[in-house]
């Protein structure tokens, strides 16, 4: 029984129910039989016969285009897809997030995809063989999603230790992240899927993040934040790039005539399309005068009709449009080469070994051995207690539009106890969930009786009449962002119906947060009512805050759950401040029983009785996401999982710790414990990947690709984050990362490059190809050599970095630079020599005055270095002459 309108509420013959994963709408099969005229470099019947560029092709038939239709190109046609004109052989292209997996056409609940580790620690491998592998499978994945364009790498650098969505992207540094992105990028366009590299540009922050004003010196604008999209364009050449939501010097990555049109285009001479982030297209006219070629998602919300007026009242050029054009087409001709057919093909998995494989030695390879005194790796025949919150669950992603819905987790209870003999022991030690477990963990039903609930979808916003839509969803984080029916949109309504059987008695306590505004009824009655919210949450991008609630319920006795909500825009301040809409709709519903148990208690007791003990801590999806920062450094939740790690190395000495998290967190337990692995977000290969450390299986071999500092305000950042008023001032200027602690002396409580193995390394004395740089071959690159010797009993990986050092430089510099870096695998007593190539990029600073980057005349020192606090030698060389160029 519906108990707001009385009736019984019936599927009409309109409705579909769908059983997962079908109970999404299906992605539509596009029928794109077409003559594809750019794929045969034909327009309507001429040969273009002398093809100049390589994009002379796309850019011919953009000029064969109506006004209108080059129009039509300039936006999606919906949330992922490019528009098709069939009658000019155009084909639709499809996105897809993006960066660690192909996602699919949905956001959540989509077709179970391959779950890499998150880029940090992909970037934390440092090996660039293995990043050109992962883009490979990446293109597989993303071609088994029937998609075209990859919406990854994620290159933003790790400005602060709480940025939400530092998981996602490689770095503090900004030459390592150029250098993974562009492996990345080349495996995965030789795999004939476009790479979109993002987010251009400054997008540091999640707070405030469509609107944030970013201001940036142009100094550290060049040589940190836009080095990475540099570093990329030049060598990998990425097909796509994505402007950022945020503004940069006052004005939005998407409308930006500096960087968009001046250096992106003017200098890099980059050839590919840009797209606007999702929503961030900012105008009519100014982002496409200086670039921004396509608008997503679509349909359009500023182009169309808007850009035809434009054009028409001389505020936009005709040629911007159809240089926009051309460039979308050249995109759609990239990932259309090799294609006969481009009929969309229905999304599919791929869960194929030899990437499972992939993922399981990318995740023992990132994994970061911080410390160690002799506890790691842990021998077969002892006897292991494992605990902590995290041990029994599959963290392996951080959240937003970075996660898919992986084909299979592993944790690091199910990891370890496949191939540990003995029976582990466990204890949950504390909980550390941000908002209540989802009500769908609990014993849910639908009212039918299938595990999981029912969301009817109706037109309009007040419930009218029948649903047209049924959908089956076997999780209740409903966040229908791409996953309300189009045919519903723009307003719609929908109900939630359950059935809930607590298993204990108590006073259970639900959690309720809506995008629009909802309507959480018990049994009939109105439990939550969360129809006027004005407070603004963090989960699912601007919904409500989660509000919770308790009730008496009784073991086994059944309950009835129903949510009303809508996608009406509330309340109107709301949609005054930002000028957008809950379009999406959605809700979430959380809900955990009442319990008293002792957690800590029961974690020492098995702690007690074991040889080892690890236990596994750190964040997740929830404390770590896309849509908002961190606002402490410690780990969640009020010290619970800090008062765990002291109780349990006190009663077992032989204490591991296992960090889970994209970023820094503070570890005031760092000097009581043996051991610590700093362990990132693994993908789906997590629990086996960490087993395999642990056990010594593999050797750990991963570096920090950023610093972890002793405390929050240690950070470079910590006085100008994340602003106010929507402000936010880059006021450490140059001295970003590591290179602010060398400049500062403030010690970190584990430095940027640093990891240890179970083996030991020795370092040779370096050598040099050159003692002299210059701008002309063949003296414009040399090489650095060095022998590194593993002086251990086991097989190992060293990465040997390279710094470059300016003893004296007409302005401030950093103490040291990241310049060149090698891995290097040696069985126990072999030496291997490693060569790292130096050229006018290692050297040079933007010179302000100039307008252009400049290698100083004078000497420069190489320190060789097995973290950026650990030099081992130094070698020298010099500019004999100052020599200047643009890019
Ligand atoms: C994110 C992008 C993502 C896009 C599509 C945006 O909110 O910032 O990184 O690719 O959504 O999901």
């Known amino acids: 029984m519906d108990p707001t309108d009385g009736t019984t509420t019936l599927a009409n013959s309109n409705t579909c129910i769908k059983e997962e994963p079908m109970d999404i709408s299906d992605p539509p099969v596009i029928n794109q ?80 995809a391959a779950l890499f580790p998150a880029g940090v620690s992909l970037a934390s491998t440092w090996n660039l063989e293995l990043m050109y592998e992962v883009g490979q499978h990446l293109a597989a994945e993303t071609r088994a999603r029937g998609a075209d364009v990859l919406l990854g790498p994620t290159v933003c650098l790790h400005r602060s230790p709480l940025g939400g969505r530092n998981f996602e992207s490689f770095s503090e540094d900004p030459y390592l992240t150029g250098k993974v992105a562009t492996a990345y990028i080349q495996g995965l366009q030789k795999g004939g899927v476009g790479a979109t590299i993002k987010h251009y540009a400054v997008n540091e922050q999640e707070t405030w993040r469509m609107t944030v004003n970013c201001a940036v010196a142009e100094r550290p604008l060049r040589e940190l934040y836009l080095r990475p999209f540099e570093m990329a364009v030049r060598d990998a050449k ?19 005539d500096h960087t968009l049109r001046e250096i992106l285009r003017n200098e890099w001479k980059f050839d590919g399309c840009v797209m606007s982030d999702w929503t961030g297209t900012n105008s009519v006219a100014e982002s496409i005068q200086v670039g921004c070629d396509l608008e997503m998602p679509g349909p359009t919300k500023w182009r169309g009709e808007r850009v035809l007026r434009a054009v028409e009242s001389g505020q936009l050029s005709r040629e911007a449009v159809e240089r926009s054009a051309g460039n979308v087409l050249y995109l759609i001709e990239r990932v259309c080469r090799g294609k006969t057919d481009m009929t969309e093909p229905p999304e599919r998995s791929d869960d194929v070994p030899e990437r499972r494989e992939l993922i399981r030695r990318a995740g023992a390879q990132g994994l970061t051995l911080l410390k160690n005194e002799g506890v790691l790796p842990i021998a077969a025949d002892k006897k292991i207690a494992l ?133 959480f009824f018990i049994n009939g009655e109105l439990f939550i009512d969360n129809w006027d919210w004005t407070e603004e949450g963090e989960a699912m991008f601007d919904g409500s805050i989660d509000v919770i609630k308790s009730v008496h319920l009784e073991a086994g006795v059944t309950i009835d759950i129903l949510v009303e909500s809508t996608n009406e825009v509330r309340p109107m301040a709301k949609k005054s401040f930002s000028g957008r809409t809950h379009q999406y709709g959605g809700c979430r519903i959380g809900f955990q029983e009442e319990f008293k148990a002792d957690l800590i208690a029961e974690a020492v007791e098995v702690a007690q ?38 109780a349990v190395v006190k009663a077992n000495p032989n204490t591991i710790v296992v960090n889970q998290s994209g970023t820094p967190v503070t570890m005031p337990w760092a ?117 590194i010797t593993n002086t251990g009993s086991v097989a190992g990986a060293e990465v040997v970095q390279a710094y470059v050092h300016d003893p ?24 291997k020599w490693v060569h790292m190539a130096l050229d006018k990029y290692a050297v040079g600073y933007y010179d302000t005055s100039l307008g252009a980057w400049i290698a100083e005349e004078g000497q420069f020192d190489v320190l060789i270095a097995a973290s950026s606090a650990d030099i ?9 002459e100052s020599f200047t160029w643009i890019a």
């Open 33 to 112: 039989k077409v003559d594809v005229a750019l794929l045969k470099g034909t327009m309507t019947g001429k040969k273009i016969l002398s093809k100049e560029r390589p994009d002379d092709n796309a850019r011919h038939l953009a000029s064969t285009l109506t006004l209108e239709e080059q129009i039509s190109l300039l936006a999606g046609s919906d949330f992922w897809r490019t528009v098709a004109i069939p009658s000019r052989g155009i084909p639709s292209i499809k996105t897809t997030d993006g960066p660690n997996g192909a996602r699919g056409a949905f956001f959540k609940n989509g077709t179970p």
């Open 671 to 787: 000097d009581e414990v043996p051991a610590i692995i700093q362990a990132w977000y693994q993908g789906q290969e997590a629990g086996n990947a960490l087993a395999d450390v642990l056990l010594g299986y593999a050797n750990p071999s991963g570096k920090l690709p950023t610093t972890f500092p002793k405390r929050l305000a240690d950070n470079p950042a910590y006085h100008n984050w994340p602003g106010e008023n929507e402000q936010v001032v880059y006021g450490e200027g140059m001295y970003m990362g590591y290179r602010h602690y060398d400049r500062t002396g403030i010690e970190p409580l584990f430095s940027f490059g640093h990891g240890l193995s179970y083996t030991t390394f020795s370092y040779g004395e370096p050598t040099i190809s050159s003692k002299k740089l210059s701008d002309a071959p063949p003296s414009n690159s040399l090489t650095v050599s060095v022998p």
């Open 872 to 880: 081992r030698s130094k070698i020298s060389f010099a500019v004999p």
């Open 808 to 831: 004296k430089s007409r302005i401030p510099r950093p103490e040291k630079e990241l310049r060149a870096f090698a891995r290097v695998e040696l069985a126990p007593g072999e030496t």
């Open 609 to 646: 009785q074991a040889d080892v003990a690890i236990v596994c801590v750190g964040l997740d999806d929830e404390w770590e996401s896309e849509g908002y920062d961190r606002s402490t450094m410690d780990l969640p939740k009020d010290g619970s999982q800090d008062r765990l790690i002291s």
């Open 238 to 256: 990425p097909w796509a790039i994505m402007s950022s939501y945020n503004q940069i010097n006052g004005t939005h990555g998407d409308m930006n």
């Open 387 to 519: 605990i902590g919150p995290n041990a029994k669950r599959a963290i392996v992603h951080g959240g937003g539009s970075a996660s898919v819905k992986p084909y299979y987790t592993t944790t690091p209870f199910d990891g370890l106890q496949a191939q540990v003999g003995s029976e582990l022991l466990y204890a949950r030690g504390c909980d550390t969930n941000k908002w209540l477990p989802l009500v769908s963990d609990a014993n849910l039903t639908t009212p039918d009786g299938v595990a999981g609930v029912i969301v009817e979808f109706y037109h309009g916003d007040m419930f009218k009449g029948s649903p047209a839509f049924v959908h089956h969803k076997s999780q209740t984080d409903l966040f229908l962002w791409d996953s309300a029916p189009m045919e519903v949109l723009p307003a719609y309504s929908f109900k939630v119906k359950a059935k809930l059987t607590p298993v204990t008695t108590g006073y259970h306590t639900f959690g309720f947060m809506t995008v629009g505004p909802g309507r």
